[in-house]
């Protein structure tokens, strides 16, 4: 398994985004933006630390309290009560099976994981993101007005949002966003896609486009029927509608600088600049994002049906941690004539088309 891989280290808000309000922001935002940002640089440092040590001792590199957290249920709920870091991950609150509490966030945390397992179980026959029952453990009022939510490897993290980039209570709100992050674990167990550059934007989109079925499962929509985008309503108003969208890339936030096609692909260097996003994994995934909406709708029904089971199989059977756009539209292709036939495979190389990455 992924012992010997760097974590995923994706958090949902967009670090372009943040690293922009950062700079460019009200005093508000600029403040809100600087603390997400230096919080989950330090999170990303605590993984790295803790990867080592796991790797050393050769045990499973997990959250601090990792080894003791498996209780070989399906998911529990645990309370940060604000305190960050050091505090991880916090008090349990709502254990499996467990009735509905008084706190929102736990409960649209325990259920959000709950239809994200469930989804992959009975759609690909998954067993957790490891595929071998792993335990999802989420921990709810992460630090002070944190602006973000991440896996970090292990588990799931989320702050309560500051009200001056989320709004508060909504980072989990959106049954996308929990998918999305969940599926970060999917692929690290999987095709452990590199998180830079192109392979880094395959991460990223793989996460959204699970992210998006279960969502659309969860409110039982065709493919036609699907607004597309990632974390609608999340983000204050005077920021933006969504985090991304799928089939018109670049139109969610004020700024969002996805492109739809390899015409427009932005290549950026993956250094520490937050608006760099390791190379523009969040940015170039509208590439990648947009041929899976194109195809789904092509292949029309639910999309989890066609493109999904695709995408699926692809994902956890056909890539290496290295492979780019080119590649994996190639890999889906090949899969699209495999499961189904040569209609289904014509509409899958004709999204791919569409977006510029085959011709
Ligand atoms: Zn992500």
């Known amino acids: 398994m992924g012992a010997t891989r760097k974590p995923t280290r994706c958090s949902i808000a967009p670090p372009d985004l943040l690293g922009r309000l950062a700079?460019?922001?009200t005093p508000e935002q600029r403040e809100a933006a600087t603390c997400a940002l230096a919080t989950s640089a330090a999170m990303r440092s605590q993984r790295a630390v803790m990867g080592q040590l796991g790797r050393r001792l050769n045990i499973r590199t997990g959250s601090l309290a990792g080894a003791t957290l498996e209780t070989g249920e399906r998911l529990s709920v645990y309370d940060n009560q604000t305190q960050g870091r050091q505090f991880l991950p916090g008090v349990l609150v709502r254990g499996w099976e467990a009735p509905a509490v008084v706190d929102t966030s736990v409960n649209q945390a325990?259920?959000?994981?709950?239809?994200t397992y469930e989804f992959y179980r009975d759609q690909f026959g998954r067993s957790s993101l490891d595929g071998v029952g792993m335990e999802l453990v989420s921990t709810v009022h992460y630090g002070v007005g944190f602006d973000n939510a991440f896996w970090d490897g292990s588990q799931m993290v989320y702050g309560d949002g500051s009200g001056r980039i989320f709004k508060i209570g909504a980072l989990t709100s959106a049954?996308?966003?929990?998918?999305?992050e969940l599926t970060h674990g999917v692929t690290e167990f999987t095709a452990g896609l590199v998180y830079s550059k192109q392979s880094g934007a395959l991460n990223e989109s793989f996460s959204d486009v699970f992210g998006s079925l279960v969502k659309q499962h969860s409110l039982n929509q065709t493919a036609a029927e699907a607004s597309w985008l990632i974390g609608e309503g999340i983000l204050v108003p005077e920021l933006g509608a969504a985090l991304r969208s799928m089939i018109h890339p670049g139109?969610?936030?004020s700024g969002d600088r996805q492109p739809g096609n390899m015409a427009e692909y932005v290549n950026l260097p993956d250094n520490n600049d937050p608006r760099n996003d390791n190379g523009g994994v969040h940015i170039n995934s509208g590439i990648p994002n947009r041929a899976f909406a194109l195809a789904a709708i092509a292949l029309g029904g639910h999309a989890w049906e066609k493109a999904g089971r695709i995408w699926y199989e692809v994902l956890t059977t056909r890539l290496r941690p290295t492979t780019q756009f080119d590649a994996a539209a190639h890999a889906t292709i090949d899969v699209a004539g495999m499961i189904f036939g040569e209609a289904e495979q014509v509409a899958v190389h004709n999204a791919w088309?569409?977006?510029?990455?085959?011709?």
């Open 175 to 180: 049954i996308d966003v929990i998918a999305h």
């Open 23 to 25: 700079v460019e922001g």
């Open 110 to 115: 325990y259920d959000g994981s709950n239809a």
């Open 353 to 359: 088309k569409e977006v510029g990455v085959l011709s």
């Open 251 to 253: 139109t969610a936030y």
